[in-house]
């Protein structure tokens, strides 16, 4: 089993910064992604950056210049370090693990609690 912890949401004003951080643990197999989901009230749930144990990066073009996400895989830790904040970025904030544990077999999700992010004045 796998198990995802995120912390460090909160309430911020319009172009304040939070920085989120995502503590996994358990049966982790490489090579894996991680990453940043959202959800806000009445839409879907949305993507907002990725990342693999590589280091490579992917970002919705919403957030692209004002988040950066990265992860220390010593410490299977994700983090997302949101700054210029906008009303617009208020949800929930998931954090996402996927993995293939053998050649062939079905890729597995997981997904923490979620965090909420309040941009408000």
């Known amino acids: 089993q796998v198990q995802l912890v995120e912390s460090g949401g909160g309430l911020v004003q319009p172009g304040g910064s939070l920085r989120l951080s995502c503590a996994a643990s358990?049966?982790?197999?490489?090579?894996?992604?991680m990453g940043w989901y959202r959800q806000a009230p009445g839409k879907q749930r949305e993507l907002v950056a990725s990342?693999?144990?590589?280091?490579?990066?992917t970002y919705v073009d919403s957030v692209k210049g004002r988040f950066a996400i990265s992860r220390d895989n010593a410490k299977n830790t994700l983090y997302l370090q949101m700054n210029s904040l906008k009303p617009e970025d208020t949800a929930v904030y998931y954090c996402?693990?996927?993995?293939?544990?053998?050649?062939?077999?079905?890729?597995?999700?997981?997904w923490g609690q979620g965090t909420q992010v309040t941009v408000s004045s």
């Open positions: 990342i693999t144990n590589g280091g490579t990066p």
């Open positions: 358990g049966s982790i197999f490489s090579p894996n992604t």
């Open positions: 996402n693990l996927g993995f293939r544990k053998f050649i062939g077999s079905s890729y597995q999700h997981y």
